[in-house]
């Protein structure tokens, strides 16, 4: 009898779900990776993911995005609902994958679906601002209403990741008020407890000034300490930090290393860094590399950075066809240095109609080169009737941002 409940206890001690309480309880992450592989290999979904978040933060293990996109499909075939959201996020972010909108919110839907309080709430912000479905103000505050509730509860019992979502809902006023003061609050509980993600965030509001007196040192700080758990946004930010002498000595080589970190995962942004870096330091080549990256990825500043490359042949033979549908791709996303980049263009052509069509979506946006241009039109009257008070209008538009051409013309 003795024996018998001595192997059953032991039967019950190695099961998939007592190895996950294990590695959730763990203090060291290397014995909670351990633990979570052990659980996973038994094909239990829990630890399935949170093995995958292990492969995506890169704690306890070298971080392979591609692994642990793999372990959250695993996981999502199970119906396992938070795997969803992950999924979701890959695609929004384009890390690992090519950015897909649209993918991104069926996988937040299948999590919403399930009552996966973070597919709520990312589905309530591609709603709320019409990435991969038609804008939906009132649909976005229902979904807010839903998954909120659940964060502060979660948040007041110290749950990192609820705190750092309620830091993004009141930094950016969804399904909460803004209030700069409780992001920062929530934003520093969670990054004490060393949640990654809210020390890129938290950095960030220090960077630019945000609710608290600028300190280009203190986001520093908090970059490094995000970038040294793998954090993507926070290598990238950091990259940043040290081309530009920002809170550190200016650096190029370390920004190259920084950069070439995010890039080499796949973070378009820091690809588009990197072959602007590139361009700095006179390598057309190795720029357009990068520049071809971040464009596969979708990134509308890798899309008209490469189709400046192309336009005046640098680094690329030239070819203003590229440059016209790279350019297009970007414009259609909003982007207004492509939109200028296209009125450039139309105007090399002679349609001078369509130039000043883009060169004002510019404008429109506060891009002062496209204002420049648009006075200019106004004031030769350039594919447009003449007008001199819109003439100086754009002028003194581009003139406030400083524009030395737009200055000289008006004598200032």
């Known amino acids: 009898m003795i024996v018998c409940t001595f192997l059953f ?11 996950n309480q294990l590695g959730v309880k763990a203090a060291d992450d290397n014995l909670a990776f351990k633990y979570f592989e052990k659980a ?29 996109f793999e372990l959250y499909s ?18 929004i972010f384009g890390v690992g994958v ?26 309530g912000y591609c709603y709320a601002i019409g990435i991969g479905v038609s ?20 948040a007041n019992q110290g749950d990192d990741e609820a705190q750092y979502i309620l830091g993004l809902q009141y930094e950016f006023g969804e399904g909460s008020p803004q209030n700069y003061e409780k992001a920062i609050e929530y934003y520093t509980k969670a990054s004490e407890q060393g949640e990654s993600n809210a020390q890129v965030s938290l950095g960030n509001f220090y960077y630019f000034g945000k609710g608290v007196p600028q300190d280009f040192k203190k986001a520093v700080e908090l970059f490094s300490k995000s970038a040294s758990q793998g954090n993507l946004n926070a290598a990238y930010a950091l990259g940043d930090c040290y081309e530009n002498g920002n809170g550190v000595p200016q650096d190029y080589d370390k920004a190259k290393e920084w950069y070439t970190k995010a890039a080499e995962q796949g973070l378009s942004g820091a690809q588009n860094a990197l072959g602007k870096l590139y361009t700095k330091l006179n390598n057309d080549e190795k720029a357009v590399e990068w520049f071809k ?26 070819d203003l066809e590229k440059a016209k ?55 030769y009257g350039k594919g447009i009737d003449p007008d001199p008070e819109q003439a100086t209008f754009w002028l003194k538009k581009a003139a406030e941002q400083g524009h ?4 000289e013309m008006l004598g200032l």
């Not at 804008?135 to 509860?153: C, G, M, P, R, V």
């Not at 030395?404 to 200055?407: I, L, M, S, T, V």
Request: proline share 3%; aromatic share 16%; hydrophobic share 35%.
């Open 98 to 123: 090519p950015k897909d909108y649209e993918k991104a919110v069926e996988y937040y839907k299948k999590g919403a679906e399930k009552g996966d309080a973070k597919s709520q709430h990312n589905l």
């Open 74 to 91: 695993k996981a999502a075939e199970q119906g396992y609902a938070p795997a969803y959201e992950s999924i979701g996020d890959f695609y």
């Open 293 to 318: 990256k971040a464009a596969y990825l979708g990134d509308s500043f890798g899309r008209y950075n490469l189709g400046a490359c192309y336009m005046v042949g640098k680094g690329v033979p030239q």
């Open 135 to 154: 804008q939906d103000s009132k649909k976005a505050d229902e979904l807010f209403a839903k998954s909120t509730e659940y964060f502060i509860n979660a």
């Open 9 to 19: 206890l032991r039967f019950i001690n190695n099961t998939p779900e007592r190895y």
């Open 325 to 379: 549908e790279l350019f297009t791709a970007a414009a259609e996303d909003g982007n207004s240095m492509a939109q200028y980049g296209l009125g450039v263009y139309y105007d090399s052509i002679g349609d001078d109609k369509t130039a000043v069509e883009w060169f004002t979506k510019s404008a429109e946006q506060g891009y002062a080169s496209a204002q420049f241009a648009l006075g200019l039109a106004y004031y």
């Open 40 to 68: 996973a290999k038994q094909g239990y979904a829990p630890a399935i993911y949170n093995l995958a978040k292990r492969y995506a933060r890169g704690r306890g293990v070298s971080q392979d995005l591609k692994k642990a």
């Open 404 to 407: 030395a051409e737009a200055k």
